[in-house]
């Protein structure tokens, strides 16, 4: 599916920014036999002083952006193509998950793809005994990972509420399951750390989602949003797995890939410091437009 995706995100701070400097993972992810960036930009207003392309441990590209001269604002805007390509399941050849447990120590490689680096708590997705507790009751009567995966996903699905209003990008994981309401963040953040807790690696991805809207609706120009789904290690044989669990799904080709990562601190679409005081605002808005629907 070849989508065309533009991005707007946009910084008003009450008080001038003496300087500031910020990393942006933005661009939709080159992920052979996965995606493909056809074509990809990152523009900055004002423009930034230094200009610095990185790749983290994880093979995630991103941008360092350095702003010397005070500024009262910033913009960032993608634009971009993406050819994203339909990764199906296929048969569960995933281990029970005592096996998977044997299966990750003879994981003998400490790279990009091993579930070591996603088994134990990271600093947005903590092992929670409420968690653990919540996902031991759900996982008894599966067979394999990817059951248990799936089911976990499922009942986070039903039992949690999704509310744009009710979180911030600071409220602790915890929080957000006692509550059982939030956003994609949220519900990604919780289904981590329910994996976790029985046993099965799991991290974050950061990306985007094309939403259709209801029959008889024209599509809100920027309505749309960037997103969170979950991607689980279920064993050698099958490898990573992603689901939504905020949509109650697996991952398909209307999931574009950003980055992925242990938890959003890895991945933050922006992050930075700068030498200012007071409050600021912020604005979002996202187009993810099928290339055959452009017209």
Partial sequence: MLYDISLRISYAYGNSAEASRHIARLVPADLPGEQRLVAGTLTASPKPDEWINITDFFGNRGVELGFDLPHTAISLSVQARVDRHQRGVGLDVSPPLLQLAEE?????????LAPHHFVGPSFRAPLDEATTRYAREIVDNCGSALEAVKAIGLALHGDMVFDPDATTVDTPMQEAFERRIGVCQDFTHVMISCLRGVGIPAGYVSGFLRTIPPPGSERL???????AWVRAWCGADMGWVEFDPTNGMLANDDHIVVARGRDYADVAPVKGVMRTAGSHTSTHSVDVIPVGDAA
Avoid: F, K, P, V
């Fill in 104 to 112: 990750i120590a003879g994981y003998r490689s400490l790279d990009a």
């Fill in 221 to 227: 120009e920027g309505a749309d949003a960037m997103h």
